[in-house]
């Protein structure tokens, strides 16, 4: 991605509203995330040109539409290739991909943990409202186990994915998690992806109003949402809580939630979040938790810089390209065994 | 590009057993030779031994040889040229160099090329590139590790465990021929009758070298054409997959565009993907994707963003790529497919060739999906072929789908190389930003193709995708809208007719027969009419290199003859394609799904029985 | 199941707005009539308004209703039943409830539904149940919520802000017509001119609501037919998608297997999903894949398995699924597929019909692929050729593919319940353990098809899979045995052509114009050619279901007729697989892409032009 | 799958062998593979029509043609759904899947954690010989960075998966890993996984002798095998080591390798294998122990039972049809809204 320089590119959120109307339902999650990323595109100093949006096919897909960038609206699940070839292609762009649970990882499963494990610098936000939304309710690949929708009549039978063990277990180096509406957790998380080089993931639990409301309620309702989340953010305590007296600590082989003064537990045995880590296994834990056990965690739980796939394939063509005595293809087709008649 | 080429198929091919005296090529040799016999083929053989009983093991002189000629035809000599080489050693490379037919095939013991071995056959470095042969197809097998491997648990000493490498290399090549390892089973049986031992380890080891080939797919090229009226020129040997990969770095280098590729490795299509990863040092990049539809969405996506981009394939990956090809179709970028046919369906044969995925390449989509579909008919035209498929693409923002198949893409010939001074130029049609707005789907008049507008290019941002858009680009469920726009893409393939030079006639303009192919069938078809019309018949050829259109000329062509026939390795779905562009004339056909080109025999006797019907 | 129906297309509608008094459905139903008559349309109007002037809010008595019949041709009354309903509250439904065509639309803003609402409309549970609507096209919309949303962030007042509900309902029947909002835009920019708030707020909501149809991808079921010489019988409403799924239901029972159907959603196909997620009462097993290729490749397993195995899907999942339908084509398997057609190419127009998707399912897959291509012709008949795609299958153990369409899948119509007894029997091909070893691909001499064993049974255990193989089921790659495959599966499809029932001819066997259609250009095509038979033309129809193979007497019924047409919906898929299985006659084509279904007028016009031409 | 009863099958290795050739090439570690797999079944109670062996397309995946029972070779990468299909059919049938590194995690990537996620009763045989052995040698998801193959003639630029992270990371409840010849060890986890109930996945290191010979050198090879693996057994120390003089333990969040008597560490500090704690964390980290850092470790890592997708799909049926009224096609077509004629 281009490297940030000075400030020229005095935009502001509406420089990337494009001149076509949103149509997602009214309160739907969405409104919130295209919000959020006019405002954090404002605030970068990339020229508009520079950024290419991608989806696949969903209600989340639709997003390029309405964003005044280049964009393009992919097929179902694809996506990833898609940004792959572009970021390939043109290692200058800043490249977002636009998906959902169902786009993502139903039937863009396999790509989306190529595209992690290859570590190529796609930056995803992953629309998680735990349904089918385009198509009218079906359940997805994280619904909750025992959802009624229109195609698990009597409840779903299986186990959903937890995007950031898989993500993680697909060798990810980057991993985040934020709130539809929450505007200011959502604008920070974003901007640390913008500047992050590499495969980052974003999930994003967003609300569906239509056909799985209040799937999130408990993370994101006022009265509940303090005690049943934990945002992480580099160098601090994992501390959390309404009134701040709950932290997670390491027992026994695994996390534990402690509450201060009780037990004899206090602030010092909270563990301090250390998002540069590069051993995947405190943050592969720390994305797994979910309630009623754990706390979930929001903000950027994985940030590991690497070598990644589009910089190791430019070093590997000024290497070759250096080396060769091929410079053209003419000498590539007089090159080898040749005789003249 | 137009080659004037008298077109010869060998329907018969030379075999060379090559190896140390005590290696047992004559035997080899003479089971091979046996064995082919008996099959039918006639064969003309012609052993030679060393001259000293027992010269120095390792050099040439111990080299023992042992050559057959074998064909459909009559067979007069051993033949002047081998086609394919086994070489079991350093020294029997080297011995045999200079009588290697161009493009032959050498099968040799890797484990026999150590440093010692190589010196001691008079080579400084590697043998192959020494001996300018590395444009040979080299099948390299470790053939004594192999064989030990195969004998740990018997109670054989290690040197008659040696002494069954002949039987490893001549199970290899059986394979190669699709021979039948009776004959020699039974030989082996009746020869070791007392020695239970040996006659296991023999059998053992013969079928371990029949499976190993088959294991690895080792696919001899099996299409030669030698040039009559030969140019002055500089010439190489090249396979169907490299002129192909070739070609798209031409048209790449014409356009002022990076090539981009992206593939999933699949028998016989993965040497594209092989080739270009090498060239880097031309800027090439390569994507080996997770499979099929990620190779295809990634080069979507490079074609977005300005990359001339290209994903090939065979017959089942090709099925796979159908959803985002549409994706292609509906945006309008310009993408090479490039399809290397093989026998179908499903798994089916994947080292043989087969012409039966036209009709996927046609029609193999949902919707009303129009794509331009061309196919090469040599293996060195794939290169002229592949630059046209890409200049097309380009001009015409549109996917075209280039069709070649196992037998062109294994096979080789060789080449009068172009210089890219010749080539005709590539026009990018570049969006500019103006004074009005940029609109993504405004069409040339005449091509109907839109322009061309990348990210990074500022003011020209826009958005497009697989649903159905206005010529802004937004998306539209308008009724006359949707009928519009069917209607221009199909149009706009149509209109690349501009681009097809006419249909050329081999041989007279009227006559009793026309003989039609497509593809790969050239030089079948050309060559047996050329024979058809040197014993006097009334016949001429047409081989088709564009599909869909067709070339302009094509009903008047086909009105000068009394007869038409097909011919094609498939059900007939060229035949049925000419029914509905072409439905007033009749075509017969002549059709064969074997996995095996057309032979020249076949095809004229098919034709003579023809004529004589009334 | 040939039911003999006088088809009655209805080129009109008849939309019925119902809600309290406070509710402003005049003022919509004034807009809605308007926009349709500037659109061109014909239109009859009828206010009916609560004869108190305040009536008490949410009781029947205070219903206002205003309904429009709109329609191609002369419209003369207000239309007797709704077509489509706009419900803004329980007592609208209860008000209507018997002025409803049977396969009505109802819209209704569920926030009104509550208990309390419901009781006062003078119901005791679900009024939908009570009022047995439960068979109609429901379509659900919280339309306060939403309303209340969009302007959350307005000035207005609550009350305000509720009155511009209707326009909400408006915007969404707006999307099911496809119409304009501009006259309405406009009207409201007028009438609000001094209120710029509520200008601005009636216009979101307007907006608001056109868009969340559009999101929801809301559907009117678009094809009715009355029955004319109504048979005695016990009826009920269906829709294509469901009849598709009952008809599978049938063949399951019938043949004594387990239904199991693996598919992943898709518009407009997830509805026979969603139908046999339910029917776990009767033993289907349902799999909602994680793409189209894992369901139609757990299809494979379950059909390898023993049971009576299904994929659905529309366009771009059946392009998916081309490599493993390829899969079952090899191995011989039962299988039906079902692809309910939409607009293509690509994304192209989800909610909207199309039949163009025919090439793909005869030609769309690498190498010679034959499989059995069936069409349905109206929603109620899906039931019938669901069960024969099922029966085919089971009895030939081959795929069939089965073609439905976004017009069939959410069209409904009454249909006479068969009873199960009636239904023809279906013989399983079991294999049996006898004295010689099983083959996996022994043929029926008749049928050509092979024995089916599934893992379980005792002695017959045997691998097969994708690779070609002899009747053994090991893998081959003998040129002969590959050639004898390829044709004698060709030929195990063509055998079908048995079990294909003759064409019957609408009108005379002789003729000026045989007008034929295929799948769901049934009720159209019947339509025109009835009316123009009572006009006096010399005019005959036939309606193909069967595909491939085509029906034996296809080339006889052509011949007694002076001129050809093929209507579809789609550039002349059709028409040119005609020109290829039977070249010999001129085929005229009538084609519409506009991703709607045929008009009856149209159709005639057509006609009547291709009469008067010599 | 069949519960184990009474041995009545008295069965031989042998038994398994069917009448085709085996075709791989001398010296391929697959040889090792069938033939542990021939004498595990044969020690199982189950009768032989009871098995599919099912797979995709590979080398590997030409097993199910050597094994006599119902065997079903599918095409790439789609094996896990075709078995699930199969299992789903009839879940009286013990169903195995072969399956490549390329075949299982290349283009069948997605099919591989969506079987994983739902938990289906399926036994995942992954031959890892981190190449494409049948298209003769293209690097493949698991090939280690930098290897020069016949598509990367540069060396490969991508990180590989681990396949134990990913199986963990995609909610995997068993996960084995063991070593094509090593019998002995294969055998033994061979025959948990029979026994198992749910998806497991086996990784089996591999050699191809052709196109990637030695790739596991370093944990195959007498000398340096015993200091370079561990092989984890249910409640035992998890101890390694030619002299078993080094062991693991967790020291500031993460596994460390230490050696007794060095730095006053001894046996006791040393963890306790427990394969059935529910909890991944653990198996995560210890499945994706690799070298150098870390002994690589085989045996079983992870093994919990949990409800399967066969089993509570069945639990629906019965449930769903107890209650039902509709017991035929006839009840259904009459159900509901219907009217005389
Ligand atoms: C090949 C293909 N299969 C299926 C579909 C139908 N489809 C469109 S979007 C979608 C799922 C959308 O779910 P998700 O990705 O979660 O997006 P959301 O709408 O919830 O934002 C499906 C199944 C399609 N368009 N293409
Ligand atoms: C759709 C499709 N794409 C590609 C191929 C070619 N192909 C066959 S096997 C294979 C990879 C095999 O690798 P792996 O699964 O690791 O098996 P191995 O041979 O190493 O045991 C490939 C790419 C194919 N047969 N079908
Ligand atoms: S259906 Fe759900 S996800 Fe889609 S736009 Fe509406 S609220 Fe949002
Ligand atoms: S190529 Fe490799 S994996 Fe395949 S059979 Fe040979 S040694 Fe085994
Ligand atoms: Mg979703
Ligand atoms: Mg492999």
């Not at chain 1, 995007?163 to 060798?171: C, D, K, Q, R």
């Not at chain 1, 997670?248 to 880590?277: P, Q, R, S």
């Not at chain 2, 790969?520 to 290199?545: D, K, R």
């Not at chain 2, 059709?591 to 080109?597: C, E, S, T």
Request: glycine share 8%; with cysteine.
């Amino acid at each position: 991605m281009t490297e940030t320089t000075t400030h020229e590119n005095h935009y502001v959120a509406k420089d990337f509203k494009s001149d076509q109307e949103v149509r997602w339902c009214p309160g739907c999650g969405d409104h919130g995330i295209l919000a959020s990323l006019q405002k954090v595109l404002a605030e970068l100093d990339i020229p508009k040109e520079k950024y290419v949006f991608v989806s696949g096919i969903g209600c989340s897909s639709r997003l390029p539409y309405y964003m005044n960038t280049y964009g393009f609206h992919g097929i179902h699940g694809r996506a990833a290739p898609i940004a792959t070839g572009i970021k390939i292609a043109n290692p200058d762009l800043m490249v977002w991909m636009m998906t959902g649970d169902g786009d993502a990882l139903a039937i863009g499963g396999n790509h989306f943990i190529h595209a992690i494990r290859r570590n190529i610098d796609i930056k995803i936000i992953l629309f998680n409202n735990e349904i089918y939304g385009l198509t009218k309710g079906q359940y997805s690949p994280t619904s909750k186990k025992g959802l009624v929708t229109k195609t698990s009549p009597y409840g779903t039978i299986e186990e959903p994915f937890r995007i950031g063990e898989l993500t993680i277990g697909a060798s990810g180096r980057f991993f985040a998690r934020t709130v539809d509406y929450n505007l200011q957790l959502s604008n920070e998380v974003y901007k640390e992806t913008a500047l992050f080089n590499g495969t980052a993931v974003v999930e994003v639990i967003q609300n569906c109003v239509i056909f799985n409301d209040g799937a999130h309620d408990l993370i994101t309702n006022k009265e509940t949402r303090d005690d049943n989340t934990l945002v992480l953010r580099h160098g601090e305590p994992m501390i959390f809580g309404k009134n701040r007296d709950k932290g997670i600590t390491l027992e026994n082989l695994k996390l534990k939630v402690i509450k201060f003064g009780e037990n004899g537990y206090t602030e010092k045995d909270v563990l301090v979040h250390d998002a540069h880590e590069p051993n995947p296994g405190i943050h592969y834990r720390l994305a797994g938790m979910h309630l009623p056990e754990y706390p979930v965690a929001l903000g950027v739980i994985r940030s590991i810089r690497d070598h990644t796939y589009d910089e190791a394939m430019r070093d590997q063509h000024v290497r070759i390209q250096e080396a060769s005595k091929i410079k053209s293809v003419d000498e590539l087709l007089h090159s080898g065994a040749t005789w003249k008649k | 590009m137009e080659k004037r080429l008298k077109v010869i198929e060998k329907d018969d091919v030379v075999v060379r057993f090559s190896g140390d005296s005590g290696d047992g090529m004559q035997l080899t040799g003479t089971l091979f030779s046996t064995t082919s016999a008996l099959f039918g083929h006639d064969i003309s053989t012609f052993p030679d031994y060393p001259s000293e009983i027992r010269a120095p093991q390792g050099t040439v002189g111990g080299v023992s040889g042992f050559q057959v000629h074998i064909g459909h035809k009559q067979v007069n000599t051993p033949g002047d040229y081998a086609d394919v080489l086994v070489a079991m050693n350093p020294a029997a490379v080297r011995a045999n160099a200079r009588y290697l037919a161009k493009g032959s095939t050498i099968i040799y013991d890797s484990d026999s090329f150590t440093e010692k071995q190589i010196l001691r056959a008079g080579y400084k470095s590697d043998p192959f590139i020494e001996d300018k042969l590395d444009g040979m197809h080299l099948i390299a097998a470790p053939i004594t590790t192999l064989v030990k491997e195969v004998l740990k648990d018997t109670e054989l000493d290690p040197k008659s465990i040696l002494r069954t490498k002949n039987m490893f290399a001549l199970g290899m090549v059986y394979w190669l021929f699709d021979s039948k390892l009776k004959y020699t089973e039974d030989f082996i049986e009746e020869k070791f009758g007392k020695k239970p031992l040996m006659a296991e380890a023999n059998s053992k080891v013969l079928r371990a070298g029949y499976y190993y080939a088959e294991t690895i797919q080792a696919i001899a090229p099996s299409y030669r054409v030698s040039p009559a009226n030969i140019e002055k020129g500089t010439y190489r040997n090249i396979n169907g997959n490299q002129a192909t990969s070739w070609g798209l770095l031409a048209a790449a280098e014409k356009a002022g565009l990076k090539l981009f590729i992206g593939s999933y490795p699949i028998t016989p299509a993965t040497g594209i993907l092989e080739e270009l990863a090498l060239r880097k040092d031309l800027g090439a990049k390569s994507l080996q994707a997770e499979d099929e539809i990620a190779g295809i969405c990634s080069a979507i996506g490079a074609s977005f963003a300005g990359s001339l981009a290209v994903t090939s394939t065979s017959g089942p990956g090709f099925a796979l790529k159908s959803e985002a090809l549409n994706l292609a179709v509906m945006t309008e970028l310009p993408l090479v497919v490039i399809n290397v046919q093989r026998g179908g369906p499903s798994t089916g044969l994947p080292t043989k060739t087969e012409q039966a995925d036209l009709w996927q390449a046609l029609y193999g989509r949902n919707g009303e999906s129009p794509v331009v579909v061309m196919a090469a008919g040599t293996p060195s035209d794939c290169f002229h072929y592949a630059f046209r498929a890409a200049k097309i693409a380009i001009e015409y923002m549109t996917p075209v789908v280039l069709l070649t198949d196992s037998y062109l893409a294994n096979g080789s010939e060789p080449w009068k190389i172009p210089s890219m001074s010749d080539m005709p130029s590539i026009k990018v049609p570049w969006a500019e930003k103006t004074e009005t707005e940029y609109l993504p789907y405004e069409r040339d008049p005449v091509k109907h193709s839109r322009k061309w507008a990348v990210p990074g290019m500022a003011g020209l941002e826009h958005r497009i995708g697989g649903l159905e858009k206005t010529i802004r680009g937004s998306v539209s469920y308008t009724p006359e809208n949707h009928e519009y726009m069917v209607k221009i893409r199909n149009e706009k393939v149509e209109a690349v007719v501009a681009e097809v030079p006419d249909l050329k006639v081999t041989g007279a303009d009227n006559g009793d027969l026309l003989v039609i192919g497509w593809g790969s069938s050239h030089g079948h078809v050309v060559t047996a009419v050329t024979e058809l019309q040197e014993e006097g018949y009334n016949v001429s050829a047409v081989n088709f290199n564009y599909i869909r259109p067709l070339p302009k000329n094509t009903a008047q062509v086909f009105e000068g003859f009394k007869k038409l026939v097909v011919c094609e390795l498939n059900l007939g779905q060229f035949a049925n394609y000419l029914r509905i562009k072409h439905q007033k004339f009749t075509y017969h056909q002549y059709n064969k799904v074997q996995g095996l080109p057309f032979t020249v025999k076949e095809i004229k006797e098919y034709c003579i029985k023809l004529l004589e019907e009334k």
